[in-house]
């Protein structure tokens, strides 16, 4: 006898042929017996024994076999693809931009950051001029300090920093 290759099974005697594990699942070593053995493929989460395993979604990954859920990329990164399977997969937002939180999935979710403005997606941030301002991430134009007061700096994330 030969056992069953990886992503098969065989719960009977004889020599009928090993059953192919359902979609997006596999086992997790050669010989399994049982459908209950399948488990869901790195870039899949479900339960395990044959049930449905859906994809990741957009900015999750998950790198390992099994039921484990979908791991979302960390914040100031974002993954636009479905069922990804590495954490390569997560890519850092442009200079001078950020993700809100974790779990970005897309490339509009990066926002320029405190003391940058420009459009979502980050690729444009530009540094808020001297006598300008921008407390909150976002696409939200630099404010001008108010009347008798002037910031020396570029980027000034903050009003206090116009005196």
Known sequence: ????????????????ECTTCPDHMT???????????????????????GSNCTACEPGTYKEDAGNASCVPCE????????????SSTC???????????VGGGSYTDCKCKAGYTG??????????EPGTYK?????A????????KYSEG????NSSTCQ
């Open 154 to 157: 570029r980027a000034a994330d």
């Open 1 to 16: 006898c030969i056992p069953c290759a990886l992503g098969k099974y065989k719960d009977t005697l004889g020599t009928q």
């Open 91 to 101: 890519q850092a937002c442009p200079v001078n931009s950020w993700t809100a939180g």
């Open 141 to 148: 134009s630099c404010v001008p300090c108010e009347a008798g």
């Open 27 to 49: 086992t997790q070593f050669e010989g399994s017996l049982s459908l209950h053995q399948c488990v869901c493929k790195s870039g899949y989460t479900g339960p395990d024994g």
């Open 75 to 86: 914040a100031g990164k974002y993954s636009e693809g479905r069922a990804a399977d590495n």
């Open 119 to 128: 459009p979502d997606g980050g690729s444009n941030c530009t540094a808020c």
């Open 135 to 139: 407390e909150d991430a976002g696409n």
